[in-house]
Every structure is written in structure tokens, then in C-alpha cells.
């Protein structure tokens, strides 16, 4: 139970944990999104595009991370900064699918700019899942000092 009362007084750790838990239902939300996209655009053609584009670009993420922190001076700022255009660019997609149609979308995901926006997308993506696990280490040591047992 103290450790609970610790947490609570821990105000970055809730913040973070939070934007945890909304990061995994926007992931729920991406995931049958996507299961969507894949369904409507049947021609075969989104098929290899959207793995490739969506699942590899997000290692490469994890890559930009460290040069953006750098850049903010700051892994809040960082962090939000990847948030924001990923979600961006997840609308843009999502827009760009609706006004294109199925065929005219799925042949813009054969190296179009649906095939680009994915791939920038899933960069962004991969960047900002991998903040957690820089930042967290950082809550437990504010509310160790907060709490007077660091």
C-alpha cells in the first residue's frame, strides 16, 4: 500500500503510464485500422506494402530516437513531438485512403505517396513506442527523490 501512495505523489509516472495506456488503445485502434485497409484494398497489391512499410519502418525508429532527444534537449518534448506527427500522419493516411478509393489508394502503395507516408509513419511510430522505455527509469528516480528514498 506505500507503494502505492508513492505512485501517486509520483506525478511524471502517471503522466507517463496514462500516455501508456493511450498509446496501446491508439496501437488497438492502428491494428484493425490497418486489418480494415487490408480488407478494402483486396487486389493484392497493399498486401506486401503495408508489412513492409508499417512493420520494418518501425525499427528504424528506434534509431532516430536518441538524435531527437538531442535535438529537444528534452525526452518530454522529444516524445510528444513523435507523438503528434505520428498521429498526423495516421489521419493523413487515413484521409488519403478515403479520397483516393481502393484502387487508386492501393496503386499509390506501390511506391506512391501512401507507400511514403507509411514508411514515415512507422519511422514516427517506432520512435515515440520506444520513449517509455527511456523515460520510465527517470519517473522512478523523481519519485525516489520525492519521496525521500533515493
Not at 532516430?64 to 495516421?90: E, H, N, V, W
Given at each position: 500500500?506505500?507503494?502505492?501512495?508513492?505512485?501517486?505523489?509520483?506525478?511524471?509516472?502517471?503522466?507517463?503510464?496514462?500516455?501508456?495506456?493511450?498509446?496501446?488503445?491508439m496501437?488497438?485502434?492502428?491494428?484493425e485500422?490497418?486489418s480494415?485497409?487490408?480488407?478494402?484494398?483486396?487486389?493484392?497489391?497493399?498486401l506486401?506494402?503495408?508489412?513492409?512499410?508499417?512493420?520494418r519502418?518501425?525499427?528504424?525508429?528506434?534509431?532516430?530516437?536518441?538524435?531527437?532527444?538531442?535535438?529537444?534537449?528534452?525526452?518530454?518534448r522529444?516524445?510528444?513531438?513523435?507523438?503528434l506527427?505520428?498521429?498526423?500522419?495516421?489521419?493523413?493516411?487515413?484521409?488519403?485512403?478515403?479520397?483516393?478509393?481502393?484502387e487508386?489508394?492501393?496503386?499509390?502503395?506501390?511506391?506512391?505517396?501512401?507507400f511514403?507516408?507509411?514508411i514515415?509513419?512507422?519511422i514516427?511510430?517506432?520512435?515515440?513506442?520506444?520513449?517509455t522505455?527511456?523515460?520510465?527509469?527517470?519517473?522512478?528516480?523523481y519519485?525516489?527523490?520525492?519521496?525521500?528514498?533515493?
Amino acid at each position: 500500500m506505500v507503494q502505492l501512495g508513492d505512485f501517486i505523489k509520483n506525478r511524471p509516472a502517471i503522466i507517463l503510464q496514462i500516455g501508456e495506456a493511450l498509446k496501446q488503445i491508439m496501437q488497438a485502434i492502428k491494428m484493425e485500422w490497418s486489418s480494415m485497409c487490408l480488407h478494402i484494398f483486396r487486389t493484392g497489391k497493399l498486401l506486401f506494402c503495408s508489412d513492409v512499410c508499417v512493420y520494418r519502418s518501425l525499427m528504424a525508429g528506434v534509431f532516430i530516437m536518441k538524435p531527437f532527444i538531442r535535438m529537444f534537449r528534452d525526452t518530454g518534448r522529444a516524445y510528444q513531438f513523435c507523438m503528434l506527427i505520428s498521429a498526423g500522419l495516421s489521419l493523413l493516411v487515413f484521409f488519403l485512403c478515403k479520397s483516393y478509393g481502393a484502387e487508386a489508394a492501393s496503386d499509390s502503395m506501390q511506391f506512391g505517396l501512401l507507400f511514403v507516408v507509411f514508411i514515415i509513419n512507422g519511422i514516427f511510430t517506432g520512435t515515440y513506442y520506444s520513449f517509455t522505455n527511456v523515460m520510465t527509469p527517470a519517473t522512478v528516480d523523481y519519485g525516489e527523490w520525492k519521496n525521500g528514498k533515493g
